[in-house]
């Protein structure tokens, strides 16, 4: 199992996956409340392993995360493109509705955030090496 998170300056995403890539739990956190949020992640699916992306609020993350006491390596992934893949994924998750299946998904605006499709995104990459 590991715990993938797309740090944010305000808000993080979370998801947990397990070695197949199948996602067991995804999230949205504060900023604030990350640290409380990942420790009770890694207790409740006795996670060992942290996959961060390597970009914003990657270093304030890292902080945090050091600052618990956690059993667990941090591993960095890079972000490139990961925000442009996890609005497609959500899209193809959540189709449009109604007029809106017109318009091609690429000029729609999720109505929700999506980091934690984000984080879902950052632990597949780890997952294929």
């Not at 944010?8 to 067991?24: F, H, R, W």
């Not at 992640?41 to 995360?65: F, P, W």
Request: glycine residues 6%; positive net charge; charged residues 25%.
């Amino acid at each position: 199992m590991i715990l993938a998170i797309d740090p944010g300056t305000e808000k993080c995403g979370l998801a947990v996956l397990d070695s197949a890539a199948k996602v067991l739990e995804r999230r949205i956190s504060s900023r604030v409340e990350v640290g409380e949020e990942v420790s009770s992640l890694v207790l409740k699916y006795r996670i060992h392993t942290l996959v961060v992306g390597d970009s914003t609020g990657a270093k304030s993350l890292k902080k945090t995360i050091s600052r618990l006491d956690l059993n667990a390596s941090l591993v960095f992934v890079p972000e490139k493109n990961s925000s442009w893949e996890a609005r497609k994924r959500y899209f193809m998750e959540n189709p449009p509705r109604g007029l809106l299946r017109l318009v091609p998904a690429s000029l729609l605006a999720p109505p929700t955030p999506i980091d934690d499709y984000a984080a879902v995104i950052l632990g597949e990459r780890y997952l294929k090496g």
